[in-house]
């Protein structure tokens, strides 16, 4: 069976051998190739695929080389898994099925996607083929060079042996995210575990798999045009888990590959290790009463098919496999209900209303504090005066924005080094104490600082307001939202914001709100 009894083998062959399925005839393969749930969609855009065209269309004679494939063999699933060229052969494939389509061996070229992303490149990927071919020149050109194409072919039935490979070319290449490695990784993790039920093993894996691609399916929060997971863990939980203290600078690739897989605790089975939180408290509280004594009550451990009320911890170690992929689904679902999600709490339509009205009309720095902070709050409280603490928060940010004409990434690093308010939310115990440590932060020593005064450029603030700055984008913010009492925040001239006053105001409200 090929190379069963081998660690590795190489050879080269022609692409089109391969797709026909002669390579599966003289016995080097025994498997069908296939890809698998972990690996990332197929991204190739026009100019990728017209490069190759191109490069096709004026090749002459003799061999065209167009680089390695990295196969594992995987005797359980009784598959070839592509590990390393997924976006060259399903370019190919396209390619061989435009201009040869009765030539394909489809029963050994198993090629499925499980990306919507996938189809929808799939689909321009032929129409792009389909343009550059549309001439006769384009076409005869490409042809003639389809049965010059020459692959190397790396197998292993080893899969630590194979992403060694993959991690060696992909340091020299161009680098995959940091998020397609870390899902490779645990999905690898998974496919490890010590058990000897297959099939449990496969649900687990395909389970994990599938609980990606649907927090893929998301939009991003700070950026709609974000790559979801991206922002979740880059923008947000690295942030949230590695901001200590004044320890706080920019996440990259790097560090975010070293939190999520070098830290990550290697687990032995299926069961993930729970640790204290909210969601998993035996009672809320302890009762005493003559006849009873000590007792506990109000237990707040719930049972619930909703991923964001699984009881991890933003803080909490990370365990390989299964619970990276429960920890990013929870984390990637919790923002979704505080964001998006149709809701009834007021709480929440509040927090929303001001987000739209003052955070994005902030520094897009301070915006992705005041989301990190948010989900943090949110995370260890639920809605619990929740949108006093995004009124607290927002003030502090704006007071920031209004006294510095810019804010840069290294303002805003500095700015949470000087009061890390991750840390004084992970180490509270009350919302209280997050509320009177923001206002604090807000008003302590600020007097004098506060009073500086901005002046207005525009008496008609829907008018050249909008179209400037960041720093009036945020005044005017504020002004439409507190219109009512607006007139009241104005120094003697009726012209400049007061920022002690209006400041002190802003605290006096959010008290009134959360007692009514």
């Known amino acids: 069976m090929g190379i069963s009894n081998k660690k590795v083998s190489a050879f080269t062959c022609k692409t089109h051998n391969l797709l026909t399925g002669k390579i599966h005839e003289s016995g080097k393969f025994g498997y069908p190739l296939r890809i698998d749930r972990y690996q990332r969609p197929y991204v190739w855009d026009q100019r990728k695929i017209v490069q190759l065209l191109q490069d096709l269309k004026s090749h002459t004679k003799g061999a065209y080389y167009l680089g390695s494939i990295l196969l594992h063999e995987h005797h359980e699933k009784e598959g070839l898994y592509i590990i390393d060229g997924q976006q060259r052969l399903t370019t190919l494939l396209l390619l061989y099925q435009i201009l040869c389509d009765s030539q394909i061996d489809t029963e050994r070229m198993q090629l499925s996607y499980y990306h919507q992303e996938s189809y929808k490149n799939i689909k321009s990927a032929k129409e792009h083929i389909q343009d550059f071919i549309s001439n006769r020149d384009g076409k005869q050109g490409v042809r ?16 630590d042996l194979a992403f060694t490979f993959f991690d060696s070319q992909n340091s020299r290449g161009v680098r995959l995210r940091s998020t397609d490695l870390l899902k490779s990784f645990h ?67 790097d560090l975010v590959i070293e939190e999520f897989q070098d830290g990550a605790v290697r687990s032995q089975g299926r069961e993930i290790p729970l640790y204290p939180n909210r969601q998993n408290m035996l009672s809320e509280k302890l009762v005493e009463s003559r006849e009873g004594g000590l007792q506990r009550a109000g237990s707040n451990i719930k049972v619930s098919e909703k991923s964001s009320l699984l009881p991890f911890t933003l803080r909490q170690p990370i365990h390989s496999g299964l619970h990276y992929f429960l920890f990013a689904e929870k984390y990637a679902e919790l923002l979704y209900e505080l964001f998006r999600e149709d809701t009834e709490d007021q709480e929440i339509k509040n927090f929303r209303d001001y987000f739209d009205a003052i955070v994005e009309e902030n520094s897009y720095y301070l915006k992705e504090l005041f989301l990190v902070c948010s989900v943090t ?44 308010l991750v840390d004084v939310i992970t180490h509270s115990f009350r919302p209280v104490e997050v509320l009177e440590s923001l206002k604090q932060h807000v008003l302590s020593d600020r007097e004098q600082r506060l009073t ?20 009036e984008r945020c005044f005017n913010g504020f002004h439409r939202y507190y219109d009512i009492w607006w007139d009241k925040m104005t120094g003697d001239d009726g012209d400049d914001l007061d920022l002690t006053k209006f400041a002190k105001k802003v605290i006096k409200r959010s008290k009134g709100n959360a007692n009514e």
């Open 144 to 159: 003639s060079s389809l049965n010059e194409l020459e692959i190397t072919i790396i197998e292993t039935d080893d899969i």
């Open 187 to 253: 999905l690898r993790e998974i496919n490890q575990l010590d058990s000897e039920d297959h099939q449990d093993r496969r649900y687990l894996e395909e389970n994990s798999a599938k609980r990606w691609e649907h927090l893929q399916t998301f939009k991003g929060i700070l950026s709609s045009e974000h790559d979801f997971a991206f922002e979740l863990f880059h923008k947000l939980l690295w942030r949230a888990r590695r901001w200590k203290g004044e320890d706080v600078e920019k996440e990259n690739r």
């Open 377 to 420: 709050y949110y995370d260890k409280y639920g809605s619990d005066r929740l949108f006093e603490f995004a009124e607290l928060l927002g003030l502090a940010h704006g007071i920031k924005r209004l006294e510095q004409y810019y804010i840069f990434r290294q303002s805003a690093l500095k700015y949470i080094r000087e009061y890390n």
């Open 452 to 471: 500086r005064h901005v002046d207005l450029t525009d008496e008609d603030y829907d008018g050249v307001l909008d179209k400037s700055g960041v720093n």
